[in-house]
């Protein structure tokens, strides 16, 4: 999966715990309900690794870090960025809403080339 496309899905979840949480705030007595969209974002971005059977605990996690390393650091980048860009709006005091930060962010790299 390419950054913007896990990028597109980090804004999906943000946006959606945003809603989530106004949903929260509206009706204190209901349970939010998940979409499963944290799983699928995993399930589109983790690769799967396969492991002899005769390998060694060592092996495998030297194989878990190799193969899922990349992966997760690029979906912790993300959430990284998106934090950052939110945080400086906070932070200057800036008029737009948490769901404009992400739509600009959506937006900007949406418009990247594959």
């Given at each position: 999966?390419?950054?913007?496309?896990?990028?597109?899905?980090?804004?999906?979840?943000?946006t959606?715990?945003?809603?989530?949480r106004?949903?929260?705030?509206?009706?204190?007595?209901?349970?939010?309900?998940?979409?499963?969209?944290?799983?699928?974002?995993?399930?589109?971005t983790?690769?799967?690794?396969?492991?002899?059977?005769?390998?060694?605990g060592?092996?495998a996690a030297?194989?878990?870090?190799?193969e899922?390393g990349?992966?997760?650091?690029?979906?912790?980048?993300c959430?990284?960025f998106?934090?950052?860009q939110?945080?400086?709006?906070?932070d200057?005091?800036?008029?737009?809403?948490s769901?404009?930060?992400?739509?600009?962010?959506?937006?900007?790299?949406?418009?990247?080339?594959?």
């Open positions: 999966m390419q950054q913007r496309e896990v990028m597109q899905n980090v804004v999906g979840i943000l959606e715990a945003l809603e989530m106004r949903q929260a705030r509206e009706h204190p007595d209901r349970q939010a309900s998940l979409t499963g969209a944290v799983s699928a974002l995993l399930v589109e983790l690769p799967r690794i396969h492991l002899p059977a005769d390998a060694s060592h092996a030297d194989a878990v870090v190799e899922l990349p992966a997760i650091a690029s979906i912790a980048n959430f990284a998106a934090f950052v939110l945080a400086e709006a906070h200057e005091g800036r008029p737009d809403t769901a404009d930060v992400l739509r600009r962010i959506s937006l900007q790299f949406a418009s990247e080339a594959p």
